[in-house]
């Protein structure tokens, strides 16, 4: 029974030994301030790995949602220096974020391209209309007042930042979705065998499109939240964000392979990587070994993940 | 080889599947293992081969004692496992599944790809298949992955053979072909554990017969000395009567169902029937005859050539399995494992996939009516499990079949096509299904039953369809769907 336990809390396990070392060297990590701190800084990473998670759980995979965040976080800002009314700015934002999801599922189900190419070449080409869009340069002097654009990344609900409320919100949203409803259960379905689902009449093309828009969806919802933050829009924006969302995802107990994996898993994934970032920070390591820590981090996951089974 | 197996216990998560089993097995012998569903058949060979570790209970293989902790060990003493669930690797070409780990190389490590082609054709030869050695395992139905797994066996050099419903998927013919092998080797002295739920091929192959029910080795006699009904009386610990029921359904007038002309070129030609409301069509015919793949193309899930199909007499076009199930299409497939079942989801999730619309309301699941549709389904189809949360792939073989047949049922069909319904599930549970058969063609529901037992296609039809070669041979009123005139027409005879 107690082995058992220790599978399933594999991560969370971790997550507590992670915290305990790091406290231990700085007391100060399990400041509230401090741990605010953190929720804030995974907020955007978190909407990114929430989409990336529906993604692997059908066995695909997304490389492109760096690339979406980059080009709606610049649509959006780009609305915004014009004039648009913020509302109008960050709907279109989001709106194009969705259609580069649904272009990524169309490329997918009806061109029948496995993901990783499919998403690496969609990948390349949001990259390019960001640089073709935004001239290369950045779009900045967003918000010299307050509006609920800058509300959206800066401001906060007593006293807990914006992007946490946000990111929590989504979180409750689509852990209803992956365990109570049809769609989710398609979700873990065409991960687990998509022959047997497709002739178990279910339209698996159709679930597999609304999978990518929705990735594409909260790629963007993180752009809006990192541009509002750093109140102007780079092309180069997200770059690598594919990646630390697919390792939150790994860490968090989900196969590669689909089928297997659940939300709350990703979450204690992303908080095991924000908590490195933020602990090695605190205790002043230099940013250059922080990337090793990482890495390796992840690496040791997996593998004791491997020995469970 | 004789094997002697004493005192085997085992549980799994607590319950306890095996209870003191003794099990003996003489050198050269076949020996039949029965039981329901679930008794601990293929549980007591995984201990035996060292796919599982037993709880208690001691192993001598030829006097010696023994302990397997891995199947590869039981292999390199000569004992072989023909699993239930097959172990093809489709992406492999049938060269490759044949010699998987066991390659035949030179001294330099190059591998020897016509010793291989060499020694697998003989194989091949022996159990009288022909396929080519570079076709990917995969595109070759489960009847001839079947035959791979079979060859595979023959490759090694065995003294022990355990098969586990080998002949689940095959036709008589094949059956009978493996039989001739199986007493070839018995000649050289290789014993034998084969499990089924065919009772004729029991009684017509083997020796010995043991019987286990919910774990306990409850019958241990010589083939001659006992018969059908105390076969199943010890199987099932109780009578069930007569193996089929009776037909009671009447068609109607009208056709449910009409194909025209539907060809795939290679596969099937200017295939027509129709089936009436309420009625059972069965469709017979050898491996290849093309029966699944025509199954596939009504169904939606096989791009066909030509042909029309018509619903109530008007006509439809199906192009997908959504179209199908729309139209109250509902289908069984043969290969549960592919194409029936998710393996990690849970019976109860399994069953809910095919009419999860029913289930729910706006999307959302509603877990009460679903918890107790799913439990009224497993009582009525009797799927031996302690929760619907169990995954399916900790089933027993025949239980995971249940639980396709439990999701299709659950979305109420018109017409249902069922390719290999009763595969791997034993007499008991054999016969409810039956029972369902014929109560869903007595509320008028359409059947189509593709089968290649013999028996239960003449019992269960009120005609019977013969393929051949992908062409219908002929179709037979029940009075003359007798098992000559089936596999004469089968055969290409006429
Ligand atoms: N890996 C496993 N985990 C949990 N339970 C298991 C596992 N393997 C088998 N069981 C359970 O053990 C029991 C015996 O299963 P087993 O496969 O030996 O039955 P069987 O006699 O071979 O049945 P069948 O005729 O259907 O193949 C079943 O109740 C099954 O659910
Ligand atoms: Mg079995």
Redo the contacts between chains.
């Keep these: 029974m107690k082995a058992l336990d220790i599978r399933k809390h594999g991560s969370l396990i971790g997550l507590l030994i992670l915290t305990i070392i790091i406290t231990s060297m700085n007391p100060n990590f399990l400041s509230t301030t401090n741990l605010l701190n953190v929720l804030l800084q995974v907020s955007v990473n978190a909407l990114i790995s929430f989409g990336m998670l529906f993604v692997i759980l059908t066995g695909g995979i997304d490389l492109s949602v760096g690339a979406i965040l980059a080009l709606s976080s610049a649509i959006t800002a780009d609305l915004i220096v014009q004039g648009y009314p913020p509302f109008v700015a960050m709907g279109a934002g989001l709106l194009c974020g969705a259609i580069f999801g649904v272009v990524n599922g169309l490329v997918i189900t009806k061109g029948k391209i496995q993901p990783f190419i499919a998403t690496l070449a969609t990948m390349t080409i949001f990259r390019g209309l960001t640089l073709v869009y935004t001239n290369g340069n950045p779009i900045s002097g967003l918000s010299p007042e307050e509006t609920v654009f800058s509300f959206v990344g800066k401001g906060d609900i007593l006293s807990i930042p914006v992007p946490v409320i946000i990111f929590l919100i989504v979180f409750t949203i689509l852990m209803f979705v992956l365990g109570?409803?049809?769609?989710g259960?398609?979700t873990?379905?065409i991960g687990?065998?998509e022959?047997?689902?497709?002739?178990?009449?279910?339209?698996v093309d159709r679930v597999k499109i609304m999978i990518y828009t929705l990735s594409g969806l909260l790629a963007a919802l993180a752009g809006i939240i990192l541009t509002s933050r750093l109140d102007s829009a780079q092309s180069t924006a997200g770059v690598g964000y594919e990646l630390d969302a697919i390792a939150a995802v790994v860490l968090g107990g989900t196969s590669l392979a689909g089928?297997?994996g659940r939300i709350t898993g990703t979450l204690i994934g992303i908080l095991i990587l924000g908590v490195i970032n933020n602990g090695l920070n605190m205790l002043d390591v230099s940013s250059f070994y922080q990337n090793v820590v990482k890495g390796s981090v992840i690496l040791l996951a997996i593998l004791l993940d491997r020995k469970d089974k | 080889m004789k094997i002697e197996m004493k005192s085997i216990s085992k549980s799994f998560y607590g319950v306890q599947v095996l209870k003191k089993v003794d099990f003996t097995l003489e050198n050269a012998e076949i020996h039949a293992l029965m039981g329901e569903n679930g008794a601990g058949k293929s549980t007591l060979l995984k201990i035996l081969t060292g796919v599982y570790k037993r709880d208690e209970g001691t192993i001598l293989v030829d006097g010696v004692e023994k302990v397997y902790n891995h199947p590869i060990e039981a292999e390199k003493d000569g004992i072989v496992f023909i699993h239930q669930e097959l172990n093809i690797l489709p992406n492999l070409t049938v060269l490759e599944n044949l010699f998987l780990g066991k390659e035949i190389k030179n001294s330099l490590g190059v591998i020897n790809k016509k010793k291989m082609e060499e020694k697998a054709k003989t194989a091949l030869k022996t159990l009288n298949v022909n396929f080519p050695l570079d076709m990917l395992a995969g595109e070759l139905s489960v009847g001839k992955q079947q035959m791979i797994e079979i060859a595979k066996a023959l490759l090694v050099d065995a003294k022990l053979i355990i098969m586990d419903e080998p002949t689940a998927a095959l036709t008589e013919q094949e059956t009978s072909l493996l039989f001739n092998v199986i007493r070839d080797l018995q000649a050289k002295g290789v014993s034998f554990i084969y499990i089924s739920h065919r009772m004729e091929e029991i009684f017509e192959v083997c020796d010995v017969i043991s019987i286990l029910r919910d774990g306990v080795h409850v019958m241990n006699k010589k083939i001659s000395e006992t018969d059908f009904d105390e076969v199943v009386r010890s199987m099932v610990g109780r009578e069930i009567g007569d193996r089929f029921p009776k037909l009671t359904n009447t068609p109607e007038e009208n056709s449910r169902l009409e194909v025209e002309n539907l060809t795939k070129k290679g596969l099937f030609e200017n295939v027509s029937f129709y089936v009436k409301k309420g009625e059972i069509l069965g469709v017979s015919g050898l491996m290849g005859a093309g029966r699944t793949e025509l199954a596939h193309a009504i169904?939606g899930?096989l791009k066909y050539d030509s042909g029309t199909t018509k619903i109530n007499g008007e006509k439809v076009k199906i192009k997908?399995?959504?179209d199908?199930?729309?139209h109250g299409i509902a289908?069984i497939?043969e290969d549960r494992k592919?194409?029936?079942?998710?393996?990690?989801?849970s019976i109860e999730?399994n069953i809910?996939?095919?009419d999860?619309?029913h289930l729910?309301k706006f999307?959302?699941?509603k877990?009460s009516n679903i918890e107790k549709r799913v439990n009224e389904l497993i009582k009525k189809i009797n799927i031996k499990t302690n929760t619907s949360k169990q995954p399916v792939k900790s089933l027993s073989g025949g239980n995971q079949q249940k639980v396709v047949f439990a999701?299709w049922l659950q979305t109420k069909p018109d017409i249902l096509i069922l390719d290999e319904p009763t595969r791997g599930v034993d007499v008991g549970a054999k016969k409810e299904i039956y029972n369902i058969i014929i109560d869903l063609a007595s509320q008028g529901v359409s059947v189509i039953l593709i089968s290649s037992d013999l028996p239960e296609v003449i019992s269960l039809s009120n005609r019977v369809m013969v393929m051949h070669e992908g062409k219908i041979g002929g179709i037979l009123q029940k009075e003359d769907a007798t098992q000559e005139n089936i596999m004469k027409i089968a055969t290409g005879g006429n």
């Design positions: 109570k409803t049809t769609f259960r398609y873990y379905a687990g065998n022959d047997a689902t497709k002739l178990a009449g279910i339209n089928g297997r | 169904f899930s997908s399995p959504i199908a199930k729309n289908f497939t592919s194409e029936g079942l998710i393996l990690d989801f999730d809910l996939l095919a999860a619309n729910s999307g959302v699941l877990q999701k």
